[in-house]
């Protein structure tokens, strides 16, 4: 599968963006579906999966912030981003993979498909 990202940019501390990742392949809907982002300088960090059902789980950090949801009619999958802080600064990725592992494996060692990413820049 193939994952492109959009829907980075710069926003102002305490604005929203929405993020977009559109995958390709005709068995989107039966893949789990995360994000992640990487700061300058800091590692990869889980933020959230959803899973083909539906549900859903959260880095607590991002917890009440960030809403991860799916659209299985458009292969894509989207993350709402509410009360951006300038520490949310990051490429931020989108990955999946066929959910064969848990979702604390996928959060400690990542997915098996990845976009490239796209720069979210929070101003303060």
């Known amino acids: 599968v193939q994952l492109e990202e959009s829907g980075g940019g710069s926003v102002q501390a305490g604005g929203s963006l929405r993020l977009s990742c559109e995958a390709s392949?005709?068995?989107?809907?039966?893949?789990?579906m995360g994000w992640f982002r990487q700061a300058p300088g800091k590692e990869r960090e889980f933020l959230a999966i959803?899973?083909?059902?539906?549900?859903?789980d959260y880095a607590d950090y991002v917890k009440g912030r960030f809403t991860i949801s799916r659209d299985n009619a458009k292969n894509t999958v989207y993350l709402q981003m509410n009360s951006l802080k300038p520490e949310d600064t990051a490429v931020y990725y989108c990955?999946?993979?066929?959910?064969?592992?848990?979702?604390?494996?996928?959060?400690?060692?990542?997915?098996?498909?990845w976009g490239k990413g796209t720069l979210v820049t929070v101003i303060s």
């Open positions: 990955a999946a993979d066929r959910g064969y592992y848990s979702g604390s494996y996928y959060q400690a060692h990542g997915m098996g498909y």
């Open positions: 392949g005709r068995t989107f809907s039966s893949y789990v």
């Open positions: 959803i899973w083909s059902g539906g549900d859903t």
